[in-house]
């Protein structure tokens, strides 16, 4: 399951893990003019981590989930 809100500064997409068995802490991710953030909340450890990607980095992302093994350059 998963939300996509539209705010001034970002868009927020925020990913819910409803599986069955084991339930993992939502994905965050915002996109911002220049760039993407996922953040995670850790209980384990008490604190949020977070990942800042380029705008180039998502679409790479996108593309791989569906190319066998090896090495792209998107055109």
């Known amino acids: 399951m ?42 384990g450890r008490d604190r949020l981590h977070k990942i800042k990607l380029s705008m180039n980095q998502p679409k790479d992302l996108a593309a791989a989930l569906d190319l066998p093994e090896g090495v792209y350059q998107r055109q």
């Not at 068995?21 to 953040?39: A, P, R, Y």
């Open 2 to 43: 998963f939300g996509i809100e539209h705010g001034f500064e970002a868009t927020t997409i925020t990913l819910i893990d409803d599986a069955e068995t084991h339930l993992l802490e939502d994905v965050t991710i915002n996109t911002f003019d220049d760039c993407v953030t996922l953040e995670q909340w850790d209980p």
